[in-house]
Nanobody, 125 residues
Framework: QVQMVESGGGLVQAGGSLRLSCTAS????????MGWFRQAPGKERERVSC????????YDEDSVKGRFTISRDNAKNTLYLQMNSLKPDDTAMYHC??????????????????WGQGTQVTVSS
């Protein structure tokens, strides 16, 4: 049984930082490109970042580029998202997701193989 568990969310003031983690089990972690997406109440799901299976390439949405950094540790089956210079618009539930492909360029963002329940990030102004 595949499990993906996010942690690290919380309440932070604008300009602050958080580091999200996602630990996966029940799958061969290194076979998947991994990503983060977020969803705020009343808004559509929004892709955030993606990292390739080896961690040698990544993709960031324009809204987070230069502020968020995605990384992974395949030995620990763990995905990370370092979020700096947070803004109130970043407030959302953040989910990690696994995509059965090696490159972020071939990720079908609307169809992850697995995803977690999410961790809430709230940024106050």
């Amino acid at each position: 049984q595949v499990q993906m568990v996010e942690s690290g969310g919380g309440l932070v003031q604008a300009g602050g930082s958080l580091r999200l983690s996602c630990t996966a089990s029940g799958l061969t972690f290194g076979d998947y490109a991994m990503g983060w997406f977020r969803q705020a109440p009343g808004k559509e799901r929004e892709r955030v970042s993606c990292i390739s299976w080896k961690g040698d390439s990544s993709y960031d949405e324009d809204s987070v580029k230069g502020r968020f950094t995605i990384s992974r540790d395949n030995a620990k089956n763990t995905l990370y998202l370092q979020m700096n210079s947070l803004k109130p618009d970043d407030t959302a539930m953040y989910h990690c997701a696994a995509y059965l492909t090696r490159s972020c360029y071939s990720v079908d963002w609307s169809n992850p193989s697995y995803w977690g329940q999410g961790t809430q990030v709230t940024v106050s102004s």
